[in-house]
């Protein structure tokens, strides 16, 4: 079967710092990935998706970014993260031929 | 103005009373998810349509797609069920609705 991590489960950063989030698929190939972020009282924003290694395609401008080295592990960054970047980091995959989509157990980022 | 809207935005329910969830979206879409938010984060997918009607244990999905809406039915709701509830859908991009908090009491 297949399983999503992602870690850490709760990070709390000071603003200037460095970001580094992983997120790795078992029990597929060549998913679709996908990095979310749902901010307080808000939707769930699409920030980054990959069809394939190498292969990020960016939703929004923003302070961060994303890369896929490996197959089933997608890693979402920053060199200095800002207040604003504060939120609930969802990390998601699907099959090549499906819309379903499979959620990691989040980490939840604070940036004070 | 958003893709996807949902109603209600809160909604607190006795135990074992029929729950409806609706949402609204403005885009042309493949497929329309629900999806739950468990108060820790953690989202599972419940449904993905593209027409008529799903249905898995106590949770209906329906969908009409020349209206542009959708709605969850709970039936029989239990506390085991309060989650935050959210429809998605799938045009050319996922869109999100803000979710739908609901509290079932005992």
């Known amino acids: 079967s297949q399983t999503i991590h992602q870690w850490p489960a709760t990070l709390v950063q000071p603003v200037g710092s460095p970001l580094s989030l992983e997120c790795t698929v078992e029990?597929?190939?060549?998913?679709?990935l996908y990095w979310y972020r749902q901010a307080a009282g808000r939707g769930l924003q699409l920030l980054f998706y990959?069809?394939?290694?190498?292969?990020i395609s960016s939703e929004v401008p923003q302070n961060l970014s994303a890369s896929r080295p490996q197959d089933r592990q997608f890693i979402l960054s920053s060199k200095k993260l800002l207040l604003s970047d504060s939120g609930f980091y969802l990390c998601?995959?699907?099959?090549?031929?499906?819309?379903?989509?499979?959620f990691g157990p989040g980490t939840r980022l604070t940036v004070l | 103005k958003n893709e996807v809207e949902q109603s209600p935005q809160n909604l607190t329910a006795q135990e074992g009373e029929f729950i409806t969830i609706n949402c609204s979206y403005s885009?042309?879409?493949?497929?329309l998810h629900w999806l739950q938010q468990h108060p820790g984060g953690g989202i599972v997918s419940l449904f993905m349509?593209?027409?008529g009607k799903k249905k898995h244990g106590r949770l209906i999905a329906t969908i009409n797609i020349q209206e542009k809406h959708s709605s969850l039915h709970i039936t029989a709701s239990h506390p085991r069920d309060s989650a935050v509830y959210i429809c998605?859908?799938?045009?050319?991009?996922?869109?999100f609705g803000t979710g739908t908090s609901l509290t079932v009491i005992p």
């Open positions: 349509l593209s027409s």
């Open positions: 998605a859908v799938k045009g050319n991009q996922f869109y």
């Open positions: 990959s069809v394939g290694i190498g292969q």
């Open positions: 029990g597929t190939s060549n998913p679709n």
């Open positions: 998601a995959w699907s099959g090549i031929s499906t819309d379903t989509q499979y």
């Open positions: 885009v042309g879409i493949s497929a």
